[in-house]
């Protein structure tokens, strides 16, 4: 229709979350009509975040500074909260009722993709905990047979460092991804955790 280049771009808008073929199109096509204002902005942007952007040496979130802002704040509370991804901590943080820090595990657990303990960010949780300092650690998994199969690991690995270790409860459907809950549903199962 339009040539490699553009069919390039197409397809590569078309692999992002939630964008099929039409979608990518319509974008595209937006994106071409308005170069100054929409596509070279949106260029210069992403050459600069794939530059800076980079996990968090202790966390792992997404960040431009390491240790990232989360991290770096003196006055956030003694407790690491684990989840699965970047957008579930980012998701968290919206709600605005947690005042800790965090830990991105990269993943579950799961048999069928062959993704076990050393594939996650495990060892790093560990190692923080074996540092002190922490006074409790919220499972913030999904509520899916991995994220289940992800927390009784994690149950069992903690029980030897002393620390009360919580999970989220109501609130979360089965089957339900933290990034795409609204921060009421999120408020509520932070706040009404129990023992994981």
Not at 71 to 85: S, T
Request: proline share 6%; net charge neutral.
């Amino acid at each position: 229709m339009g040539g490699p280049e553009l069919e390039h771009l197409i397809g590569l808008f078309g692999r992002l979350p939630g964008l099929g073929p039409r979608s990518a199109r319509r974008i595209v096509l937006r994106l071409l009509r308005e170069k100054e204002t929409g596509l070279e902005p949106l260029a210069a942007a992403l050459r600069a975040a794939a530059a800076s952007v980079r996990n968090c040496s202790i966390c792992g979130n997404l960040d431009s500074a390491d240790p990232c802002a989360i991290c770096a704040e003196p006055l956030r509370e003694a407790r690491i909260c684990v989840v699965e991804g970047v957008a579930d901590l980012w998701a968290l943080e919206r709600a605005h009722v947690y005042r800790g820090t965090y830990h991105v595990l990269g993943g579950t657990l799961s048999a069928l993709s062959a993704r076990g303990p050393e594939d996650l960010a495990i060892a790093p949780l560990l190692r923080r905990l074996e540092q002190g300092g922490v006074e409790e650690v919220i499972l913030a998994l999904p509520a899916t047979v991995e994220g289940a199969a992800t927390t009784h690991y994690l149950t069992h690995q903690l029980r030897r460092f002393g620390v009360p270790v919580s999970r989220l409860a109501q609130g979360v459907p089965i089957g339900g991804a933290l990034e795409v809950l609204d921060e009421g549903t999120l408020a509520t199962a932070l706040r009404a955790r129990g023992a994981a």
